[in-house]
C-alpha cells in the first residue's frame, strides 16, 4: 500500500509542481523553497521506487 500511494503521489506532483531541471535551476544559487521542493520531490520518487 505504502508503495501505490508514494506513486500516485509522484503523479500528482508531476501535474501539479514545477520542474526545477527544465528551469535549469542551479542547486548552488536555488532558494530555500526551491531546495526544500527539491528535496521533497526526490524524496517521494525514492519511496515510489522502493
Do not use: C, H
Not at 10 to 38: G, H, M, R, Y
Amino acid at each position: 500500500m505504502k508503495k501505490s500511494f508514494f506513486r500516485a503521489l509522484a503523479k500528482v506532483n508531476k501535474k501539479i509542481l514545477p520542474s526545477l531541471t527544465k528551469k535549469e535551476v542551479d542547486l548552488a544559487k536555488a532558494s530555500k523553497l526551491q531546495l526544500a521542493l527539491f528535496g521533497y520531490k526526490l524524496w517521494v520518487t525514492k519511496n515510489a521506487l522502493d
